[in-house]
């Protein structure tokens, strides 16, 4: 796109370069090259850089953080170019916001492809907008340009802007410049009239307005003053007060059309305040009633662990103070977490789904996220305390030689506080009177020991190491794991539950799912009801078209990895579905959850495997593909 060739080109020039160089070098308006730079100059700070302005000499560039600054250059090169899917709803995003009729072969270079491959995707970019109740007009000589009203053109950018794209991002925030004081006098307003606002509801306003004024400039509208807003009503005294503001400050004038959808907009947003229950010691109940609850359902040990309870307790009176005055933080970790660790997330979401009756207040995905790094530290406590609950470690080696002293070397580096004793076959006696809590062998052993068995190999590399630690952080696992030479979870796929279908939709499609494998004796009686269940709360839908639905509460009868293909891919709530898989777990097995999630997560971003997988054609050639893929990377 243009403003990575902007970046280079300041990269390139070490002295300023004038805003009639770009004008010249890219044909385009005075206007344009200047919302392309004021863009740049807005997201900078974070960014790694900083572009200097001199009056009558042009712009100037620098760097100030080269990492940061290198990261977000290779972010422009991913954008220039657009996966095919996606380019005729990226085409229809870049004609949105143009001002004039726009040629095929400036569409072309815009995305950097053949004149004949756009002309391919206008029928496609045609019928996309027609989802919007928008046209795309065609003049001769001319070119094409979108043509639509001002209501369902806003509806779009509001879209569109929310979503991150890039096109109507860099047009709207090229224009609509320090928008900070709007939002501040929206707020301060709604708090004179004890109205109320939740964070997400608040992104609606301030992009709508935004979008309001974008507009308004796009299409030079006259003020038509034939709209009274009535003052006695909180929601239209505010409406009266920023549109004052706008047209004001951006020198833009809005008609009655352009006010009620404002108002429309408002009302569905802005809520009276609603008295709420003040936090006392009910807040300290809840936590200990749920953290029973959940130590009785995932058999954990949550309630004894009394610094989780008052990081709760500090952190969610905090955090429901802040969403009742309308403060919500981005939480860069919580997509991610939902995806790797989703038997801890589940426990976020019922906790905070208590909170949400009990208290009146609405969390935010975000938010979620950060109640569930309190849960996964206190498993990785867990995890800790069980190592080290092995005290006394014996290794069985074939001669007790040199192998064996290196096995119980790396041992140590695993169990630091543990005493590891080394014996060799012969040794028998010697090992049963040595008492230990658990045995690494890497020979048979022909007698009932009585304890933890598990069979190693002669030589143990790190990813040996971290094994044995998953190992035995679960409840329930094979001796032999760590000598088969793939993963146990790999046993849990099957023929029985792989599936290449025509589905559309994404309910129907995992509930049947769900069902196959309740009906199956796999998941307990009401399973499929959990998994619905889970999937009301938070789409289980999530990068690149994987999908991996659950239940909401992990206590299966079998272990089953269930997965669907779609023949044809589709979107669900705007985004792609295009494999399923499902997961069925016993509740012990946390540890094999976190290890097949992880292992999907990876799968989502290797598009060479992921392109793969989806174009398989039998349960034998998806395993072929899943285990030529690799492990997950181990730390």
């Known amino acids: 796109m243009r403003f990575s060739q902007i970046m280079n080109d300041f990269i390139d020039n070490e002295d300023y370069c004038s805003i009639e160089y770009f004008i010249h070098k890219y044909k385009v308006s005075k206007r344009t090259i200047q919302s392309d730079i004021s863009y740049l100059m807005r997201i900078s700070a974070s960014k790694g850089f900083e572009i200097h302005t001199k009056r009558g000499v042009g712009y100037l560039l620098e760097i100030k953080d080269d990492e940061l600054f290198g ?74 340009k979108i043509l639509s009203s001002d209501r369902y053109l806003k509806k779009y950018l509001c879209k569109e802007y929310q979503t991150q794209n890039v096109f109507v991002r860099m047009a709207v925030d090229g224009v609509v410049m320090d928008f900070s004081h709007v939002e501040s006098q929206l707020i301060r307003e709604m708090n004179r009239e004890k109205l109320n606002i939740n964070y997400n509801e608040l992104l609606n306003m301030i992009v709508f307005l935004k979008s309001m004024v974008y507009i308004s400039l796009k299409v030079n509208k006259q003020s038509v003053k034939d709209y009274e807003f009535h003052e006695s009503n909180p929601i239209e005294k505010i409406a009266a007060s920023l549109i004052h503001t706008m047209e004001k400050k951006y020198k833009v004038c809005f008609d009655k059309d352009s006010v009620e959808e404002l108002i429309e907009v408002m009302q569905k947003n802005i809520h009276r305040k609603d008295t709420y229950v003040s936090f006392t010691d009910n807040l300290v109940d809840d936590i200990e009633v749920f953290l029973k609850k959940t130590d009785e359902t995932y058999d954990t040990h949550f ?131 040595y008492k230990p809590d658990i045995i ?78 309740e009906k199956k004796g796999y998941g307990k009686e009401g399973y499929a009801d959990l998994v619905m269940e889970r999937e009301a709360f938070i789409s289980t839908v999530y990068l690149n078209g994987v999908c991996i639905p659950h239940p909401i509460e992990t206590d299966a009868l079998r272990n089953a990895i269930s997965v669907s293909i779609l023949k044809k891919p589709f979107l669900w709530q705007e985004k792609e579905v295009r494999i399923v898989f499902m997961i069925c777990l016993k ?43 690799g492990g997950v990377n181990y730390e």
């Open 587 to 629: 509740k012990e097995q946390v540890e094999v959850y976190k290890d097949i999630t992880k292992k999907l997560y990876q799968l989502m971003q290797e598009p060479k495997y992921l392109e793969r997988v989806i174009r398989v054609k039998s349960f034998e050639e998806l395993m072929a593909v899943m285990k030529e893929m």
């Open 71 to 144: 990261k977000f250059l290779e972010t422009l090169d991913e954008n220039i170019v657009f996966k095919i899917k996606e380019r005729p709803s990226q085409i229809l995003a870049f004609l949105s916001v143009q001002n004039e009729y726009i040629s095929m072969d400036k569409v072309a270079d815009t995305f950097q492809v053949s004149k004949t491959l756009i002309k391919h995707d206008i029928k496609e970019v045609e019928e996309i907008a027609k989802g919007y109740y928008m046209t795309l007009e065609k003049k001769s000589h001319h070119g094409i």
């Open 303 to 433: 309630f004894e662990d009394q610094e989780l309870k008052r990081l709760l307790l500090s952190h969610m009176s905090l955090l429901v103070d802040r969403l009742h005055n309308k403060i919500s933080y981005k939480n860069a970790l919580a997509n991610e977490l939902s995806i790797t660790y989703p038997m801890i997330f589940n426990i976020a979401i019922q906790f905070c789904d208590i909170l949400h009756e009990k208290y009146n207040v609405e969390f935010t995905f975000d938010e979620i996220g950060f109640v569930a790094m309190h849960f996964a530290a206190h498993m990785v406590k867990e995890k800790q305390l069980k190592l080290q609950s092995y005290n006394k470690i014996c290794v069985v080696c074939s001669s007790g030689g040199g192998s064996a002293y290196m096995i119980k070397m790396q041992l140590e580096s695993v169990f630091p506080k543990a005493e590891v004793k080394t014996f060799s076959f012969l040794q028998q006696d010697e090992m049963i009177s």
């Open 440 to 517: 690494f062998t890497v020979i048979p052993i022909s007698y009932d020991a009585q304890i933890p068995i598990i069979y190693i190999k002669e030589l143990l590399d790190d990813k040996d190491l971290y094994r044995i630690r998953q190992i035995l952080q679960c409840d329930d696992y094979d001796p032999y794991t760590l000598i088969n030479e793939n993963p146990i979870y790999y046993s849990y796929f099957s023929k029985e539950f792989f599936n290449i279908t025509e589905e559309v939709n994404y309910e129907h499609l995992i509930r049947e799912m769900a069902e196959d494998l």
